[in-house]
């Protein structure tokens, strides 16, 4: 990731003289801008360029530690069964039945906005969903030969887990995270949108959004950019986790599930 | 049915205390409520005096049982900025959200199970493919550029509907695509794969035997048969529904429940947040135990359990 070699702007430089410079002209002061530029005449291509940064940073990062709790989360609830079992999938239906804009607006209410807490919000309303799927194909692994096997052999339970059950899960996880990253960068976006995630200084699309949407009755191409931008991307990560469930397809028994991610 | 019912209920309250408690935790786990009410150019004086006030001075369960309490009573406290009940405040703003969350939600019906249907009943057709596209991009597509493409084609360059604000139904229509869109693609896909599912069973042959027109077989026999998946995901989708409606109405500052939310978050406007929250997620909750008793309804086979 190194925007600075793309881009051909420093993405906060403000040129008044070039504001609002229509995309594929040449601004006031002589500058080529392919995406146009926007009301403080920055720009828009160097600044989507390093909003992808971001993008990224916050969606990995989020699904990351999403991941890594729901993960851990349906591990332990489907090996150990019992009262853990019920207390975690409770969990995880509460945290479907609360809508995720209100967790949001709770907790960046509340601690501020910035892109710590944003990656904590979109991780917090995420995790249950891979524990969900984790638990679900637990459950069957558990019963097969190999595990039962590796049992009798009297391994501890932890390499159980991580040397039998996890890597026959991958597959799903992979699957549901991919999902997992499309839908944390629209999440971004949507905060960021509504003034409740990214700071205004540092480049998001979101943000970028919430700026053009004010200038959206004459200068369309401020809102035009960063929203095809976030399109493009968000469809292609959906088509690869497409296409990735369906090469899993074989060894996925939790498919049910997934189609209605 | 009826025990199913309370069952439920009794359930979704317990969902509801732990979203209060989540809420309360939030809150003091911040740092100091008080310090927060009073922003930075309190006195000291002034703060001892907010504090015992609101009761942040005695213990914490002593306080979330009063808080619990102050709730069940419909007291939520006094909005910070606007110096009036919070819960009042918000109950007002509901209708115009429940007018734009249901026309998005007939809108999406209403679109999205033909789609659905047609695509399973013409597997693989150009229809099909078509279809799922136009779903795909519907999913892929983020609320708030939806919206504001819409206003740039329909309302910049054709003026068939206000930029934003107005009166009337007009007003309605915009924001109802925008936030329908979504939940469209998504029950579209549900209904497709559902009705998949259904369609190679035995009974529709049978109706079929018996010489049920096909429009019977598929809307009387399949389509019953294939909505538990379809109202599941749309129950889902209810929650969705509400937080895009918080973004929907920030693209087209229409007045609803979501301007107000972003709003008290920005002025750190606590218990407007507070009110705000509880309130959505009790109604997301109700409608979601309203929906088991239409499950029932749709499908005797369910279990009371």
């Known amino acids: 990731m190194a925007p600075h070699r793309l881009a051909p702007f420093d993405p906060g430089e403000q040129r008044l003289l070039a504001r609002f410079t229509p995309p594929m002209t040449r601004a006031a002061d002589g500058t080529f801008a392919i995406l146009g530029t926007d009301q403080l005449g920055r720009d828009i291509l160097s600044r989507l360029i390093y909003g992808a940064r971001t993008s990224s940073l916050i969606g990995f990062s989020a699904v990351l530690l999403a991941g890594l709790t729901g993960t851990s989360l349906g591990l332990s609830a489907a090996m150990r069964g019992g009262i853990a079992d019920h207390a975690i999938m409770r969990l995880a239906d509460m945290q479907l039945a609360f809508p995720f804009i209100m967790l949001a607006i709770t907790v960046i209410g509340i601690l501020g906005p910035g892109i710590r807490n944003l990656i904590l919000v979109v991780a917090l309303s995420n995790w249950a969903a891979y524990a969900r799927v984790v638990r679900a194909e637990t459950l069957a692994i558990r019963e097969r030969p190999y595990v039962e096997a590796a049992r009798s052999l009297g391994l501890p339970a932890l390499r159980i887990v991580v040397r039998h059950v996890l890597p026959n899960v991958s597959a799903s996880l992979m699957v549901v995270a991919t999902f997992g990253v499309a839908g944390a960068i629209l999440a971004e976006a949507g905060l960021s949108f509504l003034g409740l995630g990214v700071p205004v200084s540092i480049p998001s699309w979101g943000g970028m959004l919430a700026e053009g949407r004010q200038y959206v009755d004459t200068r369309y191409w401020l809102a035009l950019f960063p929203g095809a931008a976030l399109f493009i991307t968000v469809m292609a990560i959906n088509l690869v986790g497409d296409a990735l469930r369906d090469a899993f397809d074989p060894y996925l028994h939790a498919r049910r599930s997934l189609e209605q991610l | ?305």
């Open chain 2, 1 to 305: 049915m009826i025990v199913y019912l309370c069952k439920r209920l009794a359930w979704t309250m317990l969902v509801l205390l732990g979203i209060t408690a989540v809420v309360f935790v939030v809150i003091h786990a911040s740092g100091d409520p008080a310090a927060l009410y009073m922003g930075p150019e309190g006195t000291k004086q002034d703060y001892e005096i907010l504090r015992s006030a609101l009761g942040f001075d005695r213990p914490l369960p002593e306080q979330y049982g009063l808080f619990l309490w102050r709730a069940a009573h419909g007291d939520f406290g006094r909005s910070l900025r606007h110096q009036q009940p919070a819960l009042p405040m918000v109950l007002s703003r509901l209708p115009a959200t429940f007018r734009l969350a249901s026309a998005a939600m007939i809108l999406a019906l209403l679109l999205a199970l033909p789609l659905g249907i047609l695509s399973a009943l013409y597997r693989r057709s150009l229809l099909d493919t078509g279809g799922m596209m136009l779903a795909l991009t519907g999913q892929c597509m983020p609320t708030f550029w939806l919206g504001i493409l819409l206003i740039l084609v329909f309302a910049v360059q054709f003026r068939w509907f206000p930029v934003y604000g107005g009166e009337g139904w007009g007003a309605l229509v915009l924001p109802a695509i925008t936030l329908g869109v979504w939940a469209m693609a998504r029950t579209a896909r549900i209904t497709r794969s559902s009705m998949l599912d259904v369609l190679p069973s035995e009974y529709l042959r049978t109706a079929r035997a018996k010489g049920a027109s096909e429009w019977a077989v598929v809307l009387r026999h399949a389509l019953r048969n294939g909505a538990i998946p379809i109202a599941t995901a749309f129950g889902l989708e209810l929650g969705n529904l509400l937080g895009g409606a918080v973004i929907t109405e920030a693209v087209f500052a229409y007045p609803g429940i979501g301007r107000l939310a972003v709003e008290a978050v920005i002025n750190k406007d606590v218990p407007m947040v507070q009110a705000v929250v509880l309130t959505v997620a009790a109604t997301v909750l109700l409608l979601n135990v309203l929906l088991d008793a239409v499950y029932v309804v749709l499908d005797p086979r369910v279990r009371l359990a």
